[in-house]
């Protein structure tokens, strides 16, 4: 019987092996991208999806194959051929092809290159479009090195929950957690509970226990702002290093998206190459460039003056009321990297009125130990902080903020074998963005959740 393989199996074992293995009957599956027939001979693109490349597949013109129709599912047997002239390296000459699963005619994927709009409408099928079919493998590549990382570096993977009822970040974005009972909240939980906006509060407590830990999973906010940057949904890595401070974090974090980088260049080479081509032209050079040189620093004070000496100067900004004390928004951020620095760009030591109520206070009072990564194209991926320790300051801010009951607990790690630590978010979705392209964060999402939509 002609041996079953994938279009991987052939990219990897057969142009390894060579012309010998080229005249064995095989038998591939996968799906039409195009079919076309001049006569003599016909041509039928198909992918599997086991590699980003697909595999040409020649046959008899004019014959029933001919009417087989993009986007179909079929079976191929036929002889491998090595074609050292040709585009592709080889291909199949069909000695039978069975039609496995049929295609309407009202198949939307026809066109060669639709938007992304379009595509976005049939989230369902955009796993077969080319784009997509490089996103959602870098994206998988991308959560794989995210664990290989932290595990070669001993980093314990904490599952922090999904449901919780603390609100880390203190802005009020939540999604309440309800059952269908008249009294919501008293029916199963005894009290409001919502679905987490940060796994953070509760990674702190297993750094001070095991050091250094991360949290990997599904974040939400419930953020109205209808942007190209927002979900509310998404991914978020959450790291937390136990006796260190705000430079070991920075430190982390840079030598974390280097890596994320280098990997992703050197596991997805043809993903990669085809969104420097179609995507953003020059993609690769920029994510080189980025891997190569030191990430630039500055505080959000020096932040400021540039964003003053900028509206002077006659940038316009939609909010071009720059004052000390006031929340970036992403026009400013991006000026700062993409005008100014040219690159990512830390920004520290924000205003403690605008960051959150567990960030360490720095000594002059006004500052905390923050620091955001800004880069160009997005603005912030990363938002991280050293943690405040001292339990009389974190208790003040936390009655201030009104949040210390249900939170006494975390507010009793800084009595019981407290330390300095640390720790960031990556928004996973932001940075997948980032390095393929792709610029609206409904394309990096299989099923994006944003206000205003649930289609799927
Ligand atoms: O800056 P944020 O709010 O920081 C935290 O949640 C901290 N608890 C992190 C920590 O120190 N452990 O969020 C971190 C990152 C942002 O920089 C951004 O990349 C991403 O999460 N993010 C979003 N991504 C997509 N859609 C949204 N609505 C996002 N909100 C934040
Ligand atoms: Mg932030």
Known sequence: MAKKL????????????????????IVVDGWIRTNRDNGQIGFIELHDGTVFKGVQIVYKGESEYSRLRTGAAIEVTGSFLLTPEAKQPFEIHA???VLVGDVDEDYPLQKKRASFEF????AYLRPRANTFQALYRVRSVLAMNIHRYFQERGFVYVHTPEITANDAEGAGQVFTVATGAKDPYKDFFGR??????????????????????????????????NTPRHAAEFWMIEPEIAFAHLEDDMELIE??????????????????????????????EKLRKVESAPFKRMT??????????????????????????????????????????GGPLFLIDYPKEIKAFYMKENDDGKTVAACDLLVPGEGEIVGGSEREVRPEVLKAKMDKLGNFDGLEWYYNLRRY???????????????????????????????PRTSGTLRY
Request: include cysteine; charge should be negative.
């Open 255 to 284: 030598d974390f998206l280097k890596y994320l980088i280098r990997e992703t260049l050197r596991l997805c080479p043809d993903e990669m190459a085809f969104f420097d081509k179609f995507i953003q032209p020059g993609l690769l």
């Open 417 to 447: 074998g407290s330390a300095p630590h640390a720790g960031f978010g990556l928004g996973f979705d932001r940075f997948l963005s980032y390095i393929t392209g792709i610029a609206n964060i409904r394309d990096t999402e299989p099923y």
């Open 192 to 225: 409001r509970a919502s679905l987490t906006v940060s796994g953070q509060l509760h990674v702190e407590a297993f750094a001070l226990a095991f050091k250094d830990v991360y949290t990997f999973g599904p974040t939400f906010r419930a953020e109205k702002s």
């Open 300 to 341: 959000y004070s020096e932040g400021i003056k540039i964003l003053e000496e900028a509206v002077k100067n006659g940038h316009k900004f939609e909010n071009a009321d720059i004052k000390w004390g006031m929340d970036l928004q992403s026009e400013h951020e991006r000026y700062l990297t993409e005008e100014h620095a």
């Open 6 to 25: 994938t279009v991987r199996d052939l990219y990897s074992l057969y142009l390894d092996s060579g012309a010998e293995l080229s005249k064995e009957e």
């Open 119 to 122: 595509l976005r409408e049939q």
């Open 95 to 97: 000695s039978n092809i």
